[in-house]
């Protein structure tokens, strides 16, 4: 992929994780899009999205109040910050971009464990 994800890994519930997203090789441009997820047997599902200037945000009702998405346009890097991590945020968490010649890109996905 074009994105590269960072930050997962084993959490106990209630425990918070950042994950990153940045793109894996200098781009032209790049918009930064959101966060997906998909666990094992589920499909791949909306977390959070994020406008092009980072003033409107939008999240799935699951994690609200516990997620924040944000980006560093100057690190040209974009971030998922998660609190309160339950067991069923359980999955593999992707970052999609727009990329200017490429269009719509995703990363290779960072997988997140929280134990109960």
């Known amino acids: 992929g074009q994105l590269v994800e960072s930050g997962g890994g084993l959490v106990q519930a209630g425990g918070s994780l950042r994950l990153s997203c940045t793109p894996s090789?200098?781009?032209?441009?790049?918009?930064?899009l959101g966060w997906y997820r998909q666990a094992p047997g589920k499909q791949r599902e909306l977390v959070a999205t994020?406008?092009?200037?980072?003033?409107?945000?939008n999240y799935a009702d699951f994690v609200k109040g516990r997620f924040a998405i944000f980006k560093d346009n100057a690190k040209s890097a974009m971030y998922l910050q998660m609190n309160s991590l339950k067991p069923e945020d359980t999955a593999v968490y992707y970052c999609?971009?727009?990329?200017?010649?490429?269009?719509?890109?995703w990363g290779q996905g960072t997988q997140v464990t929280v134990s109960s």
């Open positions: 994020i406008t092009s200037s980072g003033g409107k945000t």
């Open positions: 999609k971009a727009l990329e200017l010649r490429a269009g719509i890109v």
């Open positions: 090789r200098s781009t032209f441009s790049i918009t930064f």
